[in-house]
Each structure stands twice: as structure tokens, then as C-alpha cells.
């Protein structure tokens, strides 16, 4: 996430294109961190990018809407980088296949109980110092999760 002149997060750069991929199984080709863009052009032709696995993030929701606007501040920089990813919705185990490799996984969906609250109001993250200082030690905010994975049967 780039920071505005405000010190705001930037609302483009709310979702990487990784967070993009792993969540929705997609990053347009469009997308400012695909590959493609690097050129400024679409003309290297990669298009699309897809992963088969359905993952989501444990903390989309869980404290607010959407995922966590913020796990590091530096300079420069201000944004989540860290997730706990966790298997699809709700309900049945799925079977992911990655058709170009050949692998097989089962995905088995796992409940959120809990996650570790973060040291700002979710709504107010530009209000947070930067990090590290003498409070926060890492450049990374700790998260966590306690959550469910049923034994499959």
C-alpha cells in the first residue's frame, strides 16, 4: 500500500494482486502488480492469473469489513502483508486440482473461532504510528487466529 499525501492508504492498492489470487482464484490482467503491467502494456500475453485452491482470509469480517487494512506502517509503505489463510467456505471438503502440474489437494474448510485484535481501530488505521518503535519492536504487527479444522471422514 502506498501512502497518499495525507497519510492516508491508498484505496488502490487495497488488495494485492496475491490477496487477489489466493482469495478469488483470480488477478485481472489489469491489475497494477500482475506481471503484465510491468511493461505498461498487456502485450506479453500471461492474461489471467489463476490458483484452483479456495482459500480465505481469517481476519476478512472478523473485525471489521473486509481484511485488515494494516499489519505494517513504515515510511514509505502502509498496508497488510500478513494473512492467516484458511480453507474455503464453510461446508464439505473440496478437491482442488492444479491442472499444469497434475497436483491434487483437499481443501478442507476450517471455522474462524477467534482472531488477535489489532492495536488500532480497524476503521482508523492511518492513525497508527509507524513501526518498529519502542512499543511495537517488529516492523510487523503480530496476528493470530484460533481456529477449527474438522478431522475429515
Known amino acids: ?7 492516508q492508504l491508498d484505496e488502490r492498492w487495497e488488495r ?3 490477496y487477489q489470487l489466493l482469495s478469488s482464484g483470480c488477478t485481472p490482467s489489469e491489475h497494477p502488480e500482475h506481471p503484465d ?3 505498461g502494456t498487456t502485450d506479453r500475453g500471461l492474461g489471467p492469473l489463476r490458483c484452483a485452491l479456495a482459500l480465505r482470509d481469517a481476519y476478512a469480517g472478523a473485525l471489521g469489513e473486509g481484511p ?4 505494517t506502517h513504515a515510511d514509505d509503505f502502509a498496508g497488510c502483508i500478513d494473512y492467516v489463510w ?4 464453510a461446508g ?8 499444469a502440474s497434475g497436483l491434487r489437494a483437499c481443501i478442507v474448510p476450517a471455522t474462524v ?17 509507524k513501526i518498529p518503535d519502542a512499543r511495537w519492536p517488529s516492523d510487523h504487527l503480530a496476528i493470530g487466529a484460533v481456529i477449527h479444522i474438522p478431522v475429515p471422514t
Open 1 to 7: 500500500h502506498a501512502l497518499d499525501a495525507d497519510n
Open 16 to 18: 494485492s494482486a496475491a
Open 37 to 39: 503491467s510491468f511493461l
Open 68 to 71: 485488515l487494512p494494516l499489519t
Open 86 to 89: 484458511v480453507g474455503g467456505a
Open 92 to 99: 464439505e471438503a473440496e478437491e482442488s486440482h492444479a491442472p
Open 113 to 129: 473461532l477467534r482472531v488477535l485484535e489489532m492495536p488500532y481501530q480497524v476503521g482508523a488505521p492511518h492513525a497508527f504510528g
